[in-house]
């Protein structure tokens, strides 16, 4: 540790330490001192960055999630680790799971962070984003909506993510149809669907065998409490996660699905 750097600071504030005015003795002391205040941040940090994690089911093999916020997920399953739309605001990406692959729905800052992604690499990772996202990416695949194929030995597909009544001005949704990505991704036989920012579109209520769905409830921008349930009453997920939600009152969507046999909506913190 330079003496022009934390020493000077600290060394005015411990005036009465044996033997301050012999240098050795003095800096060994702001060493041990320093280490241990780097110590007790480095655990701060890490408990500021705790995440929930459960498995998606009690079957061998089950992909395991962690809840890490917002828009953002983490998928281990089979060895690999996958990383959805990885926020640096909600975590240190130097201390989690290196990246297997990594799912970037679109271009909006909340869910592009070129910087995490950075960080989560490793030789061989792979990354899959929309085209808008994708450039932005050093080596992204990407995919447009409908496209799909198999990476790491797991089946994606890309399925169209967008607005139809919520706009940033008249005629402007907040996102355009064509532009955005949600993603299937097949764990085993489970088909899970992350939504991205989407509303209840055709496409999704469309969508057929799905055994977990991630859908987004953050206002204004993508789904009402009522269009999420709409969207679930049609094409009926086994479990329904409400994601990126925001200050929207999940409880309204616990109401619109209370009677629906079949849909077990599970709620976590994914503000």
């Known amino acids: 540790v330079s003496r022009n750097g934390y020493l000077p600071a600290l060394e005015s504030s411990l005036p009465f330490v044996v033997g301050w005015r ?16 780097l110590g007790l941040a480095a655990l701060a940090g890490a408990a500021a960055f705790a995440f929930e994690t459960e498995p998606l089911d009690n ?26 739309d990885p926020w640096g605001r909600l975590a240190d990406y130097g201390t989690l799971p290196k ?10 800052g909340d869910h592009l962070d070129i910087a995490a992604i950075e960080a989560l690499r490793k030789d061989g990772t792979v990354v ?36 139809i009544v919520h706009m940033r001005s008249p005629g402007v949704p907040y996102h355009p149809k064509g532009e955005g990505n949600g993603y299937i991704v097949t764990f085993a036989s489970k088909r899970v669907y992350i939504a991205g920012d989407t509303e209840n579109t055709p496409e999704m209520k469309g ?19 009522g269009m999420v349930a709409d969207a679930a009453k049609a094409f009926r997920p086994k479990i329904l996660y409400p994601y990126h939600y925001g200050d929207t009152d999940v409880q309204k969507l616990v109401a619109l699905l209370k009677d629906e046999k079949g849909i077990e909506v599970r709620i976590r913190n994914m503000k």
């Open 22 to 37: 012999h240098v050795k003795t003095r800096e060994a002391t702001m060493r041990i001192i320093l280490a241990a205040l």
């Open 59 to 84: 079957s061998p093999g089950s992909p395991e999630i962690t809840f890490i916020g917002h828009g953002t997920l983490m998928f281990r399953f089979g060895g690999k680790v996958i990383h959805v």
């Open 99 to 108: 990246a297997d692959l990594v799912l970037v729905t679109h271009e909006h």
């Open 128 to 163: 899959l984003a929309s085209a808008a996202a994708a450039r932005q990416i050093k080596g992204a695949v990407t995919l447009k909506n409908g496209d799909s194929g198999t990476w790491l030995g797991i089946p994606i597909e890309a399925v169209a993510a967008y607005n």
């Open 207 to 225: 969508l057929q065998d799905i055994f977990a769905a991630f859908l987004p409830m953050n206002l204004p921008y993508t789904m009402t409490p």
